[in-house]
């Protein structure tokens, strides 16, 4: 769909899925000036997301949890522009992304390009990693053409299959990574819930006796080769993280397999 194109912005939707995201929504979306429309779909919010959405002038859409995947075609319909910049609530762009994007994408929304992948800088426990892959340089699409690019349909960890030629922008998105440890767990708890429904529906096979070389094998790919080591004790954190969280998964999926009724349990429990 084609629509005018309003003074000073450029026909783009900034798209941005959200549920109680208070805290971080107005600096998601007020880094994104030259966007013709924005849009946030919203799950369900208790705190002022919606209201702090309508003030910024975005458009709200309300739609129940579907998944990560799921949710962000979904989204993806409701635009009014076929090209499409969809950031998390913690994620923003920083000044210098924003004056790369506005320089470059009059060129990029006119081509045949499918897309664009970023860079992501993310901070942990208060600052910045400076060497640990996925929170310093890490690639992620969150540009696309909708008519070339769509969304896997998993609940979480989803990703953004291309249909044709992409480019690349220089500068960084800023993430906000989780404030605290307890933020951390509590999203690790809410990912594994929807990863175990993923691999539930797939009838991937339980094998809990790969749990210890799955966590010395994690935590050797992010302690050394993705580099933490080099943040200090806090890549030893960060690695020690994800290797638990890779253990988890798998145990948390064996419970469901034993135990079914575990599912709405942890769900009830999750919701509070």
């Known amino acids: 769909m084609t629509l005018d194109n309003p003074s000073h912005t450029l026909p783009l939707s900034l ?53 990560f995947g799921p949710q962000r075609n979904f989204a993806a319909g409701l635009a009014s522009y076929d090209w499409i910049l969809m950031l998390d609530a913690d994620e923003q762009l920083s000044p210098a992304l924003c004056a790369e994007m506005q320089a470059r994408l009059p060129g990029i929304l006119h081509s045949e390009l499918a897309g664009a992948v970023l860079l992501r800088a993310s901070q942990f426990m208060g600052a910045p990693m400076r060497w640990y892959r996925p929170m310093n340089r890490e690639r992620i699409a ?20 291309f249909s044709g030629a992409i480019t690349r922008f220089k500068q960084r998105v800023l993430h906000d990574h989780n404030p605290t440890l307890v933020h951390r767990q509590l999203k690790m708890l809410r990912y594994t819930e929807l990863r175990a429904k993923d691999w ?10 790969l749990c210890p070389f799955v966590f010395m094998t994690t935590f050797f790919k992010d302690y050394w080769l993705r580099l933490g080591f080099l943040d200090g004790w806090r890549g030893f954190v960060i690695a020690h993280i994800a290797a638990s969280y890779a253990v988890y998964r798998r145990l948390r999926y064996y419970e469901l397999a034993v135990n079914p009724r575990s599912a709405q349990l942890a769900d009830d429990a999750l919701a509070k």
């Open 142 to 161: 969150r540009l696309y053409h909708r008519g070339r690019a769509r969304w896997t349909e998993a609940r979480v960890h989803e990703s953004l299959r």
């Open 200 to 209: 539930a529906q797939r009838r991937r096979p339980v094998r809990l006796w």
């Open 15 to 67: 798209i941005v899925i959200a549920r109680n995201e208070a805290k971080h929504l107005g600096q998601c979306l007020q880094s994104v000036p030259f966007a013709a429309e924005k849009l946030v779909v919203d799950s369900g919010s208790t705190d002022d997301t919606v209201a702090i959405a309508a003030d910024l002038g975005a458009r709200v859409v309300h739609q129940q949890w579907l998944g």
